[in-house]
Antibody, heavy 120, light 110 residues
Framework: QVQLVQSGAGVQKPGASVEVSCKAS????????MHWVRQAPGQGLEWMGKINPDGVGTTYGQNFRGRLTITRDTSTNTLYMELSSLTSKDTAVYYC?????????????WGQGTLVTVSS | QAGLTQPPSLSKGLRQTATLTCTGNTNNVGYQGAVWLQQHQGHPPKVLSF???NRPSGISERLSASRSRSTASLTITGLQPEDEADYYC???????????FGGGTKLTVL
């Protein structure tokens, strides 16, 4: 069955960078777009960005341009998200989610979420 | 960046019908519709309806999605206690080349 298993993060200091990974299994990882979405405590969902199946094309949300990097490794079926220059506003649960790129099948599977806490 | 507008809360009685709304513009909801997601506290979101208004397998037939111009709606009939959750809409915005989320609606089943 399709699974997206996340790991990484924890407590990070202001100004530092954090990397969260998302390992995919149960489907052909190389054929899907992958997204990162975050949720601050008690708040709604915020789209961060996505990476194309080819691993070359990326699109980042306006709020994250310049400090977000999304990459993927098709040899290990793993998606990565690195966010730099962390502030307390980046404290959130970070989710990965997949998309086929075909109209009508979007965000059908999500990772379990990874809590990133930014604190000195 | 501009987002999608959802009422923050909605309360309905058991076995009643709830209609959740999501308003955008011609570049997002009005362009290709909206995805609907449900989130229970402490869990990741779960997709209820795709942009083409189809439900994923396993999603109850009590849920149906529709769209009128730039407003998407999710109707849940015969409300059950397990329907109490946060509901989010999401749409691709062609002018921003970005996905947007609504602020979410907290549905309370009385």
């Amino acid at each position: 069955q399709v699974q997206l298993v996340q790991s990484g993060a924890g407590v990070q200091k202001p100004g530092a960078s954090v990397e969260v990974s998302c390992k995919a299994s149960g489907y052909s990882f190389r054929n899907y777009y992958m997204h990162w979405v975050r949720q601050a405590p008690g708040q709604g969902l915020e789209w961060m960005g996505k990476i194309n199946p080819d691993g070359v094309g990326t699109t980042y949300g306006q709020n994250f341009r310049g400090r977000l990097t999304i990459t993927r490794d098709t040899s290990t079926n793993t998606l990565y998200m690195e966010l730099s220059s962390l502030t307390s506003k980046d404290t959130a649960v970070y989710y990965c989610a997949r998309e086929t790129g075909t109209f009508g099948i979007e965000f059908d599977y999500w990772g379990q979420g990874t809590l990133v806490t930014v604190s000195s | 960046q501009a987002g999608l507008t959802q009422p923050p809360s909605l309360s309905k009685g058991l076995r009643q019908t709830a209609t959740l709304t999501c308003t955008g513009n011609t570049n997002n909801v009005g362009y290709q519709g909206a995805v609907w997601l449900q989130q229970h506290q402490g869990h990741p979101p779960k997709v209820l309806s795709f942009r083409n208004k189809n439900r994923p397998s396993g999603i109850s037939e009590r849920l149906s999605a529709s769209r009128s111009r730039s407003t998407a709606s999710l109707t849940i009939t015969g409300l059950q206690p397990e329907d109490e959750a946060d509901y989010y809409c999401s749409a691709y915005d062609r002018s921003l080349d970005a996905w947007l989320f609504g602020g979410g609606t907290k549905l309370t089943v009385l």
